[in-house]
């Protein structure tokens, strides 16, 4: 099972709001684990249970129990991720709910009820009534998520709404302490230990404009949004993990399978299948990295043949030679003089 993360611009825009309410920042990061430099690339990731970890942390060092209704109610998605961008580009409301669950993962990784993929938020006709249903698996594991999320998509867009489209809120985590804040928050009447997380909406909020940005933004959102979405989805496959840990310590030449193994925290077996169900094997993946780094070495034409050898990890340049011709029928020199500078 491939590991949740969410997207670094989250958890630095909650450790932002729990300073500015009291909290430390040196704190925040010990307690969570996070280090903080990581989280200046909004497009980075962070592992769900450092995230959670942060929350509680938050919570705590702040003193306030319902912070995670706080930072929905306060702060717009659009500040912490593309994904509220997008939203906000979008023509209407419905169109919103689609880029939601289309590019949702970039903000907050998850899984979703039952076998196989599926959307977080899904739409259903329920006792006469709209609702939108969040699906996420194991939700009381992390009951802030649903305040946060459903406290966002409540009060952000009430700033272009001409009335409440929430009418109703159903969560499947029991009443806390600070029940009087769902009331304040939600406007609406809300119901503990459901067997749904879905918030009831105004049919008709669907058809209302947002378009807080011009069109052409949306167009350019989404390309970029398409990208980061391919790239997490391929960190998530074996090879794309196999890739990633492989890079930066190719040049070393000490790239076996039982290194890459015990940085993954798996054995040799398990990862061995797990590259096998994909239809690759450890020596692929291996192999057809360093033809693609190698090729991109000569191409810029900034560093030598030896130097491409070394730093795909061959330490003898002429058995560097010898894989360039399986893989090109060509010599590395050959390549390299037949790029323009």
């Known amino acids: 099972m491939a590991e949740l993360t969410v ?3 989250l958890a630095r825009g909650l450790v932002k709001l729990a300073v500015s309410t009291g909290a430390d920042e040196a704190a925040l990061a010990e307690r969570s ?35 995670a209704l706080h930072w929905g109610e306060a702060v717009d ?17 419905g169109e919103a709910f689609v880029q939601m669950n289309r590019f949702g993962k970039l903000a907050i990784d ?51 709404l001409p009335k409440q489209h929430v009418l109703e809120v159903h969560v499947t985590h029991p009443a806390p302490a600070y029940r009087a804040e769902y009331d304040r928050v939600f406007q609406c009447p809300v119901v503990f230990d459901s067997h749904w997380n879905a918030l009831r ?30 790239s997490l989805e391929t960190s998530k496959s074996a090879r794309g993990k196999v890739e990633s840990l492989l890079m930066p310590i190719l040049h070393t030449g000490d790239v076996g399978i039982d290194v890459i193994a015990k940085k993954v925290g798996q054995s040799r077996q398990t990862l061995f299948r797990r590259l096998k169900a994909e239809g690759v094997t450890f020596e692929q993946v291996l192999d057809e990295l360093r033809q693609r780094l190698a090729m991109h070495y000569l191409g810029n034409k900034k560093v030598s043949v030896n130097e491409t050898a070394y730093l795909v ?22 390549v390299r003089a037949s790029k323009p500078d």
């Not at 994904?83 to 979008?90: T, Y």
Request: aromatic fraction near 8%; charge should be negative; hydrophobic fraction near 40%.
């Open 7 to 9: 997207g670094a611009g």
């Open 33 to 67: 684990g996070i280090n903080l430099e990581d989280l200046q690339d909004q497009d980075n990731r962070v592992p769900m249970a450092k995230y959670i970890a942060l929350m509680r942390a938050a919570k705590e060092l702040t003193g306030d129990p319902a912070l």
């Open 77 to 93: 998605l659009s500040e912490v991720s593309i994904v509220g961008l997008i939203m906000n580009a979008a023509e209407t409301m």
């Open 110 to 160: 998850f899984e979703v009820e039952g076998a196989g993929p599926g959307d977080r938020f899904r739409m259903r006709m329920e006792k006469g009534g709209v609702w939108l249903e969040d699906a996420r698996a194991n939700p009381n594991e992390f009951p802030e998520l649903t305040e946060v999320g459903f406290a966002r998509m409540t009060c952000q867009p009430r700033r272009f």
């Open 201 to 230: 909406v105004d049919p008709a909020a669907g058809s209302h404009r947002v378009a807080l940005q011009p069109r052409y933004v949306f167009g350019v959102l989404s390309e970029r949004a398409q990208e980061l979405l391919n």
């Open 313 to 334: 990890g061959f330490s003898d340049p002429t058995a560097f030679s010898r894989a360039f011709k399986r893989w090109t029928g060509k010599s590395p020199r050959e």
